[in-house]
């Protein structure tokens, strides 16, 4: 078999090839992976500069990410890139930073977002912090005419903010009654280990039947769907026998004979940070092992609480 020759064009004549996104994956505390995605065409350099101090930034030794935390950052940095884009800079290279432009972003952040003062100082730290980093990986890699600029952030001097305001102790006392009263009403209502939640009452004797062999399905398997045979006829006697729309023989509320309903878990949360001060997003992230050193009635709760914006 005989070969063709092939031609390529000279280096200089052949055209440029796209570069299109920029791509790369953070490590996330549960073990997945987040796949990042900037887009490179208007100034790959920079944008390739950028996205690898970010991937670094992300990935260093001891940082603990959470998806909320990376695509914060991410959203952060292109705002930055929509900005040279909308306002026309020329910059496509770090070392073309010069210190006049975060001043002019500062001044278009202004003029084309509602927040505050705060969120701005979020989007203007993104793009500095990651300039910090490159010159402490590499010293002289940024004009030395740009490293003043990037000891601070804003040209406005810092305010702190407005604390949104609590409830009252008469509402919070209304929220604590009504959820200590979700939380009993949950305990009665719900079997022992070992037992079985009681029919409820008034139910014709052949109705009562199936449901008590509905209740020992559920014991036996942990859950029954509405579609299937133990439950549908249970459903089907009910019908017949005068009680086709009684609330307590819904599938939700047969369960919730064994297991906390959505509304308990509300309860238990809110009765437990009004009572601890704990976080509502502390409470959330509690594991069955958090209790530590019972003793005298009391216990200590383990808890992990983010910082900002979801960081480590």
């Known amino acids: 078999m005989s070969g063709r020759r092939a031609s390529f064009p000279p280096p200089e004549t052949a055209p440029p090839r796209p570069l299109g996104a920029v791509r790369f994956e953070v ?21 390739r500069a950028f996205a690898a101090s970010l991937h670094d930034s992300l990935t260093a030794p001891g ?3 959470t998806p909320t935390k990376i695509r914060t950052h991410v959203d952060q940095l292109r705002r930055f890139f929509h900005f040279l884009d909308a306002a026309g800079e020329t910059i496509d290279t770090i070392s073309a930073i010069e210190p006049g432009l975060f001043d002019r972003y500062e001044t278009w952040l202004k003029r084309h977002t509602v927040a505050g003062a705060i969120f701005r100082r979020h989007l203007l730290s993104r793009p500095i912090l990651l300039l910090r980093r490159m010159e402490e990986l590499e010293p002289g890699v940024l004009p030395s005419t740009l490293l003043p600029r990037l000891t601070y952030l804003s040209l ?8 949104r305001d609590a409830y009252s102790g008469a509402v919070a006392a209304r ?26 009452a ?8 199936h449901f008590q062999r509905l209740i020992e399905g559920i014991a036996q398997d942990g859950w029954a769907m509405s579609k299937e045979p133990l439950f549908d006829s249970m459903r089907q006697r009910a019908i017949y026998h005068g009680a086709p729309r009684r609330k307590d023989l819904s599938c939700a509320a047969v369960h919730a004979r064994f297991y906390l309903t959505a509304v308990d878990v509300v309860a238990f949360i809110t009765l437990l940070s009004l009572g601890t001060g704990l976080e509502i997003e502390c409470l959330r992230e509690l594991k069955a092992n958090c209790l530590k050193n019972p003793a005298r009635g009391f216990v200590d709760i383990a808890y992990f609480k983010r910082r900002a914006h979801g960081a480590e």
Request: glycine letters at 4%; one cysteine or more; a positive charge.
């Open 27 to 47: 490590p996330v505390e549960n073990g997945e992976r987040i796949s990042v995605v900037l887009d490179d065409r208007s100034r790959p350099r920079l944008v």
């Open 63 to 65: 940082v603990v990410c």
């Open 156 to 163: 406005e001097p810092y305010k702190n903010s407005r604390p």
């Open 175 to 200: 929220i604590r009654r009504a959820a200590r009263r979700q939380v009993v009403e949950a305990g009665r209502r719900i079997a022992l280990e070992g037992h079985l939640p009681p029919p409820p």
């Open 202 to 209: 008034d139910l014709h004797p052949v109705v009562k039947e």
